[in-house]
């Protein structure tokens, strides 16, 4: 007999209403599109395919190269600034691709800063010196690779951190020097880490919309929106979001196979202090300059332009139209978080109270919203929620003759659950760390006072949980505001965001003009970067004392 309990259930239904656009995506591969899929097939989908792949080769290796080898100098070797990079190495992570793609295109296109200055300077004129197209495929992986890189430094570190007296001490005792110790055995020992923020950084550039569109790469992204609105095929768009997640889904299954074929032991003592290879003369400044080049590129001068810009447009762009889409996407993000911390809480106690296999198996099918781009997750939601409303609307006109319009699509309400299935894995994962970290005595104390399951969760677990529920907050309210894609496709009617009108005025190219609403999301995306910088600093003091 099956025993009814409302914590199983309410976590299943929540997991399987979260897997819905997927399940729709992953539907509509077997309905006909017709003749505009065969057009597809002849004329742009092995662009498609050829430029998502060669996206993810360019950024695969700036990535690798600008993460690891950071990562390896600010942990294991002693020069000037080493303390500063640690924690500034992460601020890219603020700025998102698109922004940083409209900064530098208005630093290096034709009409630019930097051409303007070489032609006044050597009397050229257009056509007469070649400069590097900003505007290209290659453009976009440098950009992707700028901002992306801080998910590889930030693992790789941590793993070179644990492995450091493991592995380090016994490659001195042999005679190897800091580079041979790390390329034959730190490197190796690392590469579960390393595989892992790759997957991450890949997922990102399947994901990303704003970059390439705004260079003119034809990707699946962007063939996903043309088709939609363009072609105004929904199968069709469908059917190119289901070759999308079949990527996705082979860079988690190989992220998942290395990590299952992999192993690897520390039997060191990790707490001791690491002892860093010091650097002096040209070696010193080789890792100075190694380490600021991310910043200085990723950070630095994309945000100094945005201020520059910003205080030269100030009067005409921060006005009353400024202060509403401040008020529209604060007022969103604050509402995705609230609600994604709520689901995460439901979720992730459901688990602890019920850990049976159903419940497992749902709670990590609400999670995988988070590898899927937002234009996947946007067709999935539209797809559903427009034939709810249609066949309400046909309901309610053959049985009252009334027409109820549009209650779902195009509302706040449709783009916040496509919010919910794209960020609930953020906060999930930092409210089932917490609680991980309670004992289960607890719980059976507070049972043993009486306490029922909701009473234990406001009067025990919240309180002691208070600093994971902010992190979780804080990061699905700058994951939200970051958003473009799934905002452009599902925003209602007239309702504007800062993500959305920095890409209609840098499409526009308004860059300058677009440059109040960028640096507000860019400031808005530091507060988290710090507290994480702040959160591993106090790890890594942690274990050393």
């Not at 017709?34 to 092995?46: M, S």
């Not at 100098?73 to 190495?89: D, N």
């Not at 919010?419 to 607890?442: C, D, H, K, W």
């Amino acid at each position: 007999m099956i025993r009814f309990n409302y914590w199983s259930t309410s976590v299943t239904g929540t997991a399987l209403i979260l897997a819905l656009p997927v399940f729709v995506i992953v539907a509509n591969l077997f309905v006909p599109a017709g003749a505009v899929w065969d057009h597809l097939v002849e004329t742009v989908l092995r662009d498609y395919v050829v430029n998502s792949l060669l996206l993810m080769v360019g950024v695969t290796l700036g990535t690798l190269v600008m993460g690891v080898g950071t990562a390896w100098l600010v942990t294991m070797t002693e020069f000037p600034g080493r303390r500063l990079f640690e924690w500034a190495l992460l601020l890219p992570m603020a700025i998102p691709a698109y922004i940083i793609a409209y900064t530098y295109t208005g630093m290096f296109d034709f009409a630019g800063p930097l051409q303007g200055a070489l032609r006044e300077l050597t009397g050229w004129g257009y056509g007469d010196y070649w400069f590097p197209e900003i505007r290209s495929i290659e453009g976009a992986a440098i950009m992707l690779a700028l901002v992306l890189y801080p998910y590889v430094y930030l693992l790789t570190r941590t793993a070179f951190i644990e492995q450091s007296l493991c592995v380090t001490e016994v490659s001195r005792s042999l005679g190897k020097g800091p580079w041979r110790t790390f390329y034959s055995v730190a490197l190796p020992l690392a590469r579960p880490s390393i595989v892992a923020g790759l997957s991450l950084v890949l997922m990102e550039t399947l994901a990303d919309y704003g970059t390439v569109q705004y260079f003119g790469v034809s990707t699946f992204t962007t063939g996903i929106f043309r088709t939609w609105y363009g072609l105004d095929n929904a199968a069709a768009a469908a059917q190119l979001s289901a070759i999308l997640l079949l990527f996705v889904f082979v860079l988690l299954s190989l992220e998942r196979i290395s990590r299952k074929q992999a192993r690897y032991h520390h039997t060191g003592h990790k707490q001791q202090p690491i002892k860093r290879y010091p650097l002096h003369g040209w070696r010193s400044l080789f890792a100075l300059f190694f380490c600021l080049g991310p910043l200085l590129f990723g950070f630095l001068l994309p945000a100094g332009q945005l201020g520059f810009w910003a205080v030269a447009t100030f009067e005409d762009s921060v006005d009353g139209r400024f202060a509403e889409l401040v008020l529209h996407s604060v007022g969103l993000a604050a509402a995705a978080a609230v609600l994604a911390l709520f689901l995460a809480l439901l979720l992730g106690y459901g688990r602890r109270l019920r850990p049976t296999r159903p419940v497992r198996f749902a709670v990590r099918s609400a999670g995988l919203g988070y590898a899927v781009p937002g234009t996947v997750i946007a067709v999935g939601v539209v797809i559903p929620f427009g034939w709810f409303d249609n066949a309400l609307d046909s309901w309610m006109r053959a049985e009252f003759d009334i027409s109820t319009g549009l209650l779902l699509s195009g509302t706040v309400a449709a783009l916040l659950f496509a919010y919910m299935v794209r960020f609930l894995a953020v906060s999930l994962n930092a409210v089932e760390t917490g609680l991980q970290r309670i004992t289960p005595s607890m719980d059976e104390a507070a049972q043993s006072m009486g306490l029922r399951p909701l009473a234990i969760l406001g009067r025990v677990h919240i309180p002691i949980l208070k600093g994971s529920l902010l992190t979780a907050l804080l990061l699905v309210f700058v994951d939200v505001l970051k958003e473009l894609p799934a905002t452009l496709i599902l925003r209602p009617f007239n309702f504007n965001t800062l993500a959305v009108r920095a890409y209609e005025l840098a499409a526009d190219e308004r860059l300058a003009d677009a440059s109040a609403a960028a640096l507000a999301i860019v400031v808005a995306g530091i507060v988290p970067v710090i507290l994480l910088s702040r959160s591993i600093s106090r790890a890594r003091d942690h274990d050393a004392t």
